[in-house]
C-alpha cells in the first residue's frame, strides 16, 4: 500500500530518501521517464549546473544530481544514495567510529533543507544519513522491497544494528555467487 502525505516523518533508523549523482543528469532524466513515467522540476546547483527533483504524480521521490567534480575526475560510474532519518544526524556520527564505521562526509547543514552525513560501514559501501528540516524525505513511503545487496553481510549488517534501531535480518539468498542479500525492516 502506497501512504502519500506533503510532510511524511520518518523514524530515527526508517529509509527515507534516495538520490542518483550521474554524468549525465539528461541522460538518466530521459531513462526513468520512459521506465517509471517520473516527471522533473530542474533547479540550479550553486556551481552553475543543475539538477533534477523527480516526482510520481505530485510526489517527491529522488532527485537526479550531477557528480561532484572528484567523481567526474576519478570517472565514477553513476550511483544511487540511500538515506536513513536521523533525529540527531551530528550524534550519530560521533556514535559511527564506535559501531566500527567511519564518517565520509558531514554532518553538512544543507541550507534549510536538513543535515546530511555520509558512513561507511563496516565491510565497505556507504550509507547516507539526513536528519530533516524542510525537506522530510521521500513523499511515497511504506512501500514494500527495500533491499540492500552487499558482499559482506554480516559485518554490515552488525554494524548497522549499532548504529540505526532498524532491524537487519539476513535473509542468506544468493544474488549473485558471493553476494547475499540483507533486508531492512524499519519496524524493528
Known sequence: MTENSPT???RHG????????????????AFYAAVFGWTFKDLPTPDGRSYAKAFVGEDLVATVA????????QGTHAQWNIYFAAE???????????????VQFGPEEVGDTGVMVFVD??????TGVWQSGT?????????????????TADARAAGRRRVLPAAVRP???????G??????NADG
Open 14 to 29: 526508517e529509509p527515507c530518501w534516495a538520490d542518483v549523482q550521474t554524468r549525465d543528469v539528461n541522460a538518466a532524466k
Open 171 to 177: 535473509r542468506g539468498d544468493r544474488v549473485s555467487p
Open 179 to 184: 553476494r547475499r542479500r540483507d533486508l531492512l
Open 66 to 73: 550531477p557528480q561532484n567534480p572528484h567523481q567526474e575526475a
Open 88 to 102: 540527531d544526524a551530528a550524534g550519530l556520527a560521533e556514535d559511527v567510529p564506535h559501531a566500527g564505521g567511519s
Open 135 to 151: 525537506h522530510t524525505g521521500t513523499g511515497r513511503y511504506n512501500q514494500t522491497g527495500c533491499a540492500l545487496l552487499d558482499g
Open 121 to 126: 560501514p563496516p565491510g565497505g559501501g556507504t
Open 8 to 10: 511524511p516523518r520518518y
